[in-house]
């Protein structure tokens, strides 16, 4: 099976835009999470997607947003951006079946950079 | 909410040692307990869980041990080789309903040949 994936890889944005990351899940996973990860912060919890629905969220302002289609692929957003958004972001898929406590199969990431 | 503290950050071994990291956590509903290993430049994979029914677990030279009591959970790399460098990630979280990780710092293992 194809691993997860995610579009892009790279990313440079300015102060105040806004930006669109995407994530493939394994063929047959339903649930998709997303992660911030930084140097300082470590690997965050951002939110997770079950059957097009956010059914857990961390704690990071509503500047992020995410989406889920009926394939399971997942969008995540982040609208006016500031310079502490700046990070890699993570997906990760699992069956979704358990509502946690199942392997999580990450990507490998977007780097944003915010100017 | 839960709080995971991951020590030491910084672990620096000789090829054939054993490694220890340990990691504490704050809620005593969190049942299940992931650690993740992360290469440079690499995606997170995880390499053993443990559930909190179970106080010991091994996969080769991996093990992990869980102390429910004292809300600690520690991995254990036996014979390091230099292919264990990476930054190693431990993770708390209730499964069922409200699954929301909480992860460690971080640990950096260098296994020096």
């Known amino acids: 099976k194809a691993g997860v994936t995610q579009t892009p890889r790279y990313l440079i944005k300015t102060r105040g835009q806004q930006v669109t990351l995407s994530c493939s899940p394994i063929?047959?996973?339903?649930?998709v999470s997303w992660y911030q990860q930084t140097p300082g912060q470590g690997l965050q919890f951002l939110f997770e997607y079950f059957s097009e629905t956010q059914r857990n969220k961390g704690n990071f302002p509503g500047r992020f947003s995410g989406r889920q289609f009926s394939n399971s692929r997942s969008e995540m957003n982040v609208s006016t951006l500031e310079l502490g958004d700046s990070a890699l972001y993570l997906c990760?898929?699992?069956?979704?079946?358990?509502?946690?406590?199942?392997?999580?199969?990450f990507g490998p990431g977007t780097r944003l950079l915010v100017l | 909410g839960e709080n995971v503290e991951q020590h030491p950050s910084t672990l620096s071994v000789q090829e054939g040692d054993s490694a220890v990291i340990k990691c504490t956590y704050s809620d005593s509903a969190s049942n299940y307990f992931p650690w993740y290993k992360q290469e440079l430049g690499k995606r997170p994979q995880l390499i053993i869980d443990i559930r909190s029914n179970v106080g010991e677990k091994k996969d080769q030279r991996i093990a992990v041990t869980l102390n429910k009591t004292a809300k600690h959970f520690s991995l254990h790399i036996t014979e390091t080789q230099p292919e264990d460098s990476a930054v190693y990630f431990c993770?708390?979280?209730?499964?069922?309903?409200?699954?929301?990780?909480?992860f460690g710092r971080g640990t950096s293992l260098i296994v020096h040949p």
């Open positions: 993770a708390a979280s209730i499964t069922g309903g409200s699954y929301i990780p909480t």
């Open positions: 063929s047959g996973h339903r649930s």
């Open positions: 990760a898929s699992s069956l979704g079946h358990g509502g946690g406590g199942e392997t999580q199969y």
